[in-house]
């Protein structure tokens, strides 16, 4: 896949008047946290390092987005979204019963822990948890599908995007503390936000169906 931001680094903003004190402490703690676990056991831990991976792959061409220790940060700090999904015990019990369910149909179905299956192994009982199809007794009375929609897909996914490696792909100028952003309309950007390197017949086609 082609560089569609090629040179840009949202780090150079870091003393720009885009981002203040706040915005540097909190990005500055992201970027150091441990890749190791706090939350997790180091077997749980490398059960959402293999999950993460068949979410969210990452190309080989930049230093990999640390999106479980991310996950095992949240957990940790016990941060809560400020409700609870009907069907779900709280995050902390929902993710530990979900690791020990799916590494429980793993060992039922090929006689290995999750972790340690191949990568279509590890799709085909993600795929079979997204349709609700797993039955395994630690589930309990959480639907797999439910962990799935509700929990694991939107940890690991918001993880991801919460890193400044990911915001480098898509030109994103980090949070909008304190200078933040006027022009939000189709194709318009302020001055200090990215300018994407655009194939201009692919533009074109996509500015003629968003006009259409």
Request: hydrophobic share 35%.
């Amino acid at each position: 896949m082609p560089d569609r931001y090629p040179g840009y680094d949202v780090l150079a903003k870091r003393h720009t008047p885009s981002w203040n004190e706040k915005t540097r402490q909190v990005i500055d703690r992201r970027l150091s946290l441990p890749r190791t676990p706090r939350f997790f056991s180091e077997p749980e831990f490398a059960t959402v390092e293999a999950i993460a991976a068949q979410i969210v792959p990452q190309p080989k061409h930049r230093p990999p987005i640390p999106v479980a220790a991310l996950v095992d940060d949240e957990l940790f700090e016990d941060v809560q979204d400020g409700y609870r999904i009907t069907g779900l015990p709280r995050d902390r019990e929902a993710w530990q019963r979900g690791l020990l369910a799916l590494n429980a149909e793993a060992e039922a179905a090929h006689q290995q822990a999750f972790r340690h299956l191949t990568g279509p192994q590890q799709h085909e009982l993600l795929k079979r948890m997204e349709q609700g199809e797993l039955k395994a007794d630690a589930w309990g009375d959480m639907p797999c599908k439910t962990f799935w929609k509700q929990r694991m897909v939107p940890d690991i996914v918001r993880a991801y995007w919460s890193h400044p490696v990911a915001w480098n792909e898509i030109g994103w100028g980090g949070p909008a503390s304190p200078r933040g952003y006027v022009r939000m309309g189709y194709d318009e950007r302020d001055p200090w936000e990215a300018a994407e390197a655009r194939d201009d017949a692919a533009y074109a086609r996509r500015k003629n169906r968003h006009a259409g």
